[in-house]
């Protein structure tokens, strides 16, 4: 039986019944993900097992606890706890990962390692959803490719350990990719929608993701060249409303609830007082961010009220050492792309984010050979005639997030599904031309278009 594949995505496809493959390619999909899931349960209990939550783990940790035993919701944890149990409202976050750790404490995964082992479950999910993703870029095989990546590749299963949002992160940018691609293949209005309910989801993940409705969604309704730009730019009203509509809760609840108007969270003006300061301006944190910064600082009210002192604090000090901006900023994007002082970023990843150094190290190296590699996969896509826009998007969205705030490993992790799907189409298109590649391997690639 003879097989094709398509023009347009790379699809391998039978003459007859499509059926038993895609049985057979579900089943492999599925041994790949349980293969990450036992790295992911391995790694958290090798390195992890008498871990402790602390700082934004314990915020997540605690504060999901707390829903569940009926204390509030989304109150401040560490209020709550240290200083006789008043009720604060606190939204420093975005919710969904602090949802996702209420849901397993309902089950009974109320230890902070059973929550880390839910975690591994939600990596395992981030694995199969960026095989799905891939293999509607690619195909089948390249699906399966990608898959054995994020299985395999640190800078996925390290979250896991560390109690953060950044599991689910993969997870939700994985369904972004896998949703763009299938409504950039076969427009309508139900895709539409669904990629906005994932640009949200991914939004109320971390809340600089919210760049992805302006940065991803957009630019994919208007690469459907298929279709009219009026039946474009109605496509992408629904998809930006379905969005909205998804953050409407949430939004409104805050609004309701804090003294000045927060939306995802109040978050922002911390992390921009901790990105600029003396250490992150002029001391060895250059690009980074700094504790100390905010500790000194007299802010007082409830959260929105700091947000909106800690935000003066900042934009005062840019304006105060504004020559100095540019090295800062350069350093920023540089750790974020560990192009800047990578060795100290392996320290810093391993003494404050708390993930193992011998994986950090690993996933270091194996990020250099991927953000290489996808470099031809941008080529790859771009000669088949398939959109690399949601790729481009995400990237430049990982950019914005280091310019704005600082460089830090993972922010960079909604990156790193893009290079782990963009290195499964070009280890994909090298199988399939061995000949040609072969005949070709000096040249350039070719960009059409």
């Known amino acids: 039986m003879r097989s094709r594949r398509d023009a347009r995505t790379g699809e391998r496809g039978e003459s007859g019944s499509s059926g038993a493959p895609d049985r057979h390619w579900y089943g492999w999909l599925t041994v790949i993900s349980l293969g990450g899931l036992l790295v992911n349960v391995t790694y958290v209990l090798v390195s992890k097992r008498h871990s402790l939550p602390a700082g934004d783990a314990f915020y997540y940790h605690y504060q999901a606890n707390?829903?569940?035993q009926g204390k509030g919701w989304f109150i401040d944890p560490a209020v709550y706890l240290l200083k006789h149990h008043p009720i604060v409202?606190?939204?420093?976050?975005?919710?969904?990962?602090t949802v996702a750790l209420a849901l397993a404490d309902a089950l009974g995964l109320r230890s902070y390692l059973a929550q880390l082992l839910w975690a591994c479950l939600v990596g395992a999910g981030?694995?199969?959803?960026?095989g799905l993703a891939a293999r509607e870029v690619?195909?089948?095989r390249a699906g399966l490719i990608a898959a054995a990546l994020a299985a395999?590749?640190?800078?996925?299963?390290?979250?896991?350990g560390t109690g953060l949002s950044e599991t689910l992160v993969l997870l939700t940018v994985g369904a972004v990719v896998l949703l763009c691609y299938q409504l950039w293949k076969r427009p309508s209005v139900s895709k539409?929608?669904?990629?906005g309910i994932a640009c949200a989801f991914a939004a109320l993940t971390r809340s600089e993701l919210i760049l992805f409705v302006a940065l991803v969604l957009v630019p994919t309704m208007l690469a459907l060249r298929s279709i009219t730009l009026r039946r474009r730019l109605a496509l992408m009203g629904v998809g930006v409303l379905a969005a909205l509509v998804i953050m409407a809760p949430w939004v409104g609840f805050n609004l309701a609830r804090f003294s000045h108007p927060e939306f995802l969270s109040t978050e922002l003006g911390s992390a921009l007082v901790t990105a600029n300061c003396r250490p992150t301006y002029y001391g060895t944190k250059l690009g980074y961010w700094s504790l100390s910064c905010l500790s000194a600082d007299p802010a007082s009210g409830d959260q929105s009220a700091r947000d909106v002192q800690h935000r003066h604090f900042a934009l005062e000090y840019v304006k105060a050492h504004e020559s100095r901006l540019p090295v800062v900023l350069v350093a920023r994007v540089g750790r974020e792309f560990g192009l800047y002082a990578p060795l100290q970023q392996i320290r810093f990843d391993n003494h404050i984010e708390g993930r193992a150094l011998v994986p950090i190290e690993i996933g270091l190296v194996m990020y250099y050979v991927m953000a290489i590699t996808s470099v031809f996969g941008i080529?790859?896509?771009k000669r088949r005639g398939i959109s690399v826009a949601p790729f481009i998007g995400i990237l430049i969205e990982v950019v914005l997030t280091a310019v704005l705030l600082y460089g830090t490993t993972r922010?960079?992790?909604?990156?790193?599904?893009?290079?782990?799907?963009?290195?499964a189409v070009v280890v994909d298109d090298h199988l399939s031309h061995p000949r040609r590649n072969k005949d070709t391997e000096h040249l350039a690639p070719v960009v059409d278009g």
């Open 89 to 97: 409202p606190a939204a420093e976050h975005a919710p969904l990962w």
């Open 411 to 423: 922010f960079r992790t909604p990156l790193e599904v893009g290079l782990v799907v963009l290195t």
């Open 152 to 160: 395999a590749y640190p800078n996925y299963w390290l979250n896991t």
């Open 126 to 130: 981030a694995v199969a959803v960026t």
């Open 192 to 195: 539409a929608a669904a990629l």
């Open 66 to 68: 707390l829903i569940v």
């Open 138 to 140: 690619a195909g089948r």
């Open 379 to 381: 080529f790859t896509l």
